[in-house]
């Protein structure tokens, strides 16, 4: 690696950026619900290089640890933006550890003007061979922003765990746009019905596309941890600056020595938060041992703290708090949503445990 992005002086440039074009919520929904949220500034967060920032050099991207790339999360999750970020880089990062011999698709891919998605949701889609065909049959849910991709990464059931890689619109796919109450954010499902593709799209098999799998599944764990950082700092303080101007018996409330304790104790599990993700980032970029269990474990309890300090930024505001157009209601409905994409919080906890429990009686 040449050269280091210097992680203040990113989330310096990114946070001019974001400030001055982001959105906090999706446009009226048109075509069915599925649409881009400012494709003007998407086309800015390609220009920036932010799409390849992690993918190696030799493959036209900038080589940059993940860590790098956290803090692009955390500043997207700090305005609640709606661009498919996230599963753009986590689907593109996916197909480059596959191989990523199709050149042409990387390039358009950093360029913007491609996005691949990993269908990493609730489901399975088993595959069966006919010949040169192999044939791809069930459903998968709640994938975000699968709906705007160009490509779709899909885990697969041929009798081995396995990855294959179907352009859209394709035969037999479909994409449906479900609702939900998080208005900064797009889910999908995505169903195949007997959806023919050549065996040469089944890009890796076996141990391989396992340990792909498992890669991927941290980088979103990792990159709903940064998002829910980037959150809770943003909807703290705008809700430490409304209490300051909010009066109750003629003097602001913050003033209120139990509102004070209150603070002060989300500031601190904020902190631990922060803690945590960044370790498991760096354990992640530089592949340490324990890698996959911490950034689970930074996930849920990242994930925790962002409910909890937007729950209490809503009694804070008080009655303006509870109206559905307040940004108060924003975070809140994207923290919950967070917690329920590829799984359960119940769920996470179920696969981190071992690894926990073994470390702990090592």
Request: glycine share 10%; with cysteine.
């Amino acid at each position: 690696m040449e050269f280091l992005i210097q992680q203040d002086e990113l989330r310096d440039s990114a946070r001019r950026v974001l400030d001055r074009k982001a959105s906090r919520r999706l446009p009226a929904a048109q075509d069915g619900g599925v649409q881009w949220s400012d494709p003007g500034l998407w086309r800015t967060i390609a220009d920036l290089g932010w799409l390849g920032i992690a993918v190696p050099e030799v493959m036209g991207g900038l080589g940059q640890p993940f860590y790098v790339l956290a803090t692009l999360y955390q500043e997207l999750g700090r305005v609640l933006s709606a661009q498919p970020f996230s599963s753009a880089t986590i689907g593109l990062g996916a197909f480059v550890r596959c191989g990523g011999t199709a050149s042409v698709l990387v390039d358009q891919a950093i360029a913007g003007d491609s996005v691949i998605v990993l269908t990493s949701g609730l489901g399975t889609v088993g595959a069966s061979v006919a010949g040169t065909k192999t044939v791809l049959s069930g459903t998968v849910r709640t994938v975000p922003d699968a709906g705007i991709a160009t490509h779709l990464l899909v885990p697969i059931d041929c009798g081995e765990p396995a990855l294959a890689l179907v352009g859209l619109p394709h035969p037999g796919v479909s994409v449906v746009h479900q609702s939900t109450w998080d208005q900064t954010r797009q889910v999908f499902d995505v169903a195949f019905a007997d959806a023919e593709i050549d065996s040469a799209a089944v890009l890796v098999r076996g141990d391989a596309a396992t340990s792909l799998l498992d890669h991927a599944a941290a980088q979103l764990d990792l990159a709903l941890a940064c998002d829910a950082i980037g959150g809770s700092d943003a909807i703290f303080a705008e809700t430490l600056d409304y209490m300051g101007i909010r009066q109750q018996f003629g003097r602001p409330i913050a003033s209120f020595q139990a509102l004070k304790h209150r603070c002060a104790d989300l500031k601190m599990a904020m902190e631990a938060s922060r803690s945590l993700t960044e370790a498991a980032c760096r354990a992640f970029s530089d592949d340490c041992d324990g890698w996959r269990a911490a950034a689970a474990c930074s996930r849920l309890y990242a994930g925790s703290v962002y409910r909890t300090v937007t729950e209490e930024a809503v009694q804070f505001h008080g009655g303006i708090g509870f109206t559905w157009e307040h940004d108060c209601h924003l975070f809140l409905k994207r923290a919950r949503l967070s917690e329920v994409i590829a799984g359960s919080s119940e769920q996470r906890k179920d696969q981190v445990a071992p690894a926990l429990f073994r470390a702990a009686y090592a």
